[in-house]
């Protein structure tokens, strides 16, 4: 019997023993409530450790043993299983910050669609450079963690990520302040001019204005 229809068959078992319903698990888990069917009914692959760990939670049992249910641990030496475990905390840490980047992404002032095409070229270069299929293109930001699982990068490709993702969230905070200031001397300046009661021609005002910006951006 293939190990994902016993993995798929385990999991099941244990969810019934703890009477739960798939959407118990899911709630619990965060994984989607089809995913869970899916992998109960050995529809899909054996799932990767990231998940692997949020299951683990889901159905209540240890994440040492779902790994080893799911055959990751299997024929490892005994001498090299620690090892083992660290590989795929450092993947786990990893997918940690990857999840972290995106939420600050997500919450920041300036998040818009011009964000969201910026983070598209930034997981398609990687994807073209490691030679990774993308089929699908991200056309909101909540499929941006689905694809990235999907692409089954290694930890050099993580870390990689990691860093464009933290270039972006700079730039993009960056860019928020610089936007403030500039909305912020906008209303200083028509405070100035509208409460001086005198009339400037459109050449004044222009240099005026200019001279405002630049002691204001000090």
């Not at 698990?25 to 619990?28: D, F, P």
């Not at 899909?44 to 939670?57: D, H, N, V």
């Given at each position: 019997?293939?190990t994902?229809v016993i993995?798929?068959?385990?999991?099941?078992?244990?969810?019934?023993a703890?009477k739960?319903?798939?959407?118990d698990?899911?709630?619990?888990s965060?994984i989607?409530t089809?995913?869970?069917?899916?992998?109960?009914?050995a529809q899909?692959?054996?799932?990767?450790?990231?998940?692997?760990?949020?299951?683990?939670?889901g159905?209540?049992?240890?994440?040492?043993?779902?790994?080893?249910?799911a055959?990751?641990?299997?024929?490892?030496?005994?001498e090299?299983?620690?090892?083992?475990?660290?590989f795929f905390e450092n993947?786990?840490k990893a997918d940690e910050?990857?999840?972290?980047?995106?939420?600050?992404?997500?919450?920041g002032?300036?998040f818009?669609s011009?964000?969201?095409?910026?983070?598209?070229?930034i997981?398609?270069d990687?994807?073209n450079?490691?030679?990774?299929?993308?089929?699908e293109k991200?056309?909101?930001?909540?499929?941006?963690?689905d694809?990235i699982n999907?692409m089954?990068?290694?930890?050099?490709?993580?870390?990689?990520?990691?860093d464009?993702?933290n270039?972006?969230?700079?730039?993009?905070?960056s860019?928020?302040k610089?936007n403030k200031v500039y909305?912020?001397?906008?209303n200083?300046?028509?405070?100035i001019?509208s409460q001086?009661?005198?009339?400037l021609?459109?050449?004044t005002?222009?240099q005026?204005k200019?001279v405002?910006?630049?002691?204001?951006?000090?």
């Open positions: 019997m293939e994902r993995f798929g068959q385990y999991v099941k078992e244990k969810r019934l703890n739960q319903t798939i959407e698990v899911s709630a619990i965060g989607s089809s995913q869970i069917s899916r992998i109960e009914k899909r692959g054996i799932p990767k450790p990231p998940m692997l760990e949020k299951l683990a939670k159905i209540r049992v240890p994440y040492e043993e779902l790994m080893e249910k055959g990751y641990l299997k024929n490892v030496p005994v090299e299983v620690d090892a083992v475990k660290e993947h786990r910050s990857i999840e972290k980047c995106l939420e600050r992404l997500r919450s002032d300036g818009h011009s964000i969201i095409k910026e983070l598209e070229n997981i398609a990687i994807a450079h490691e030679g990774i299929n993308i089929e991200i056309f909101s930001h909540n499929g941006l963690t694809l999907s089954d990068l290694n930890l050099t490709q993580k870390l990689e990520l990691i464009k993702l270039e972006l969230s700079i730039s993009m905070q860019n928020s610089e909305i912020e001397i906008d200083l300046e028509n405070c001019f001086s009661g005198v009339a021609d459109d050449d005002q222009a005026l200019a405002l910006r630049a002691v204001l951006k000090m």
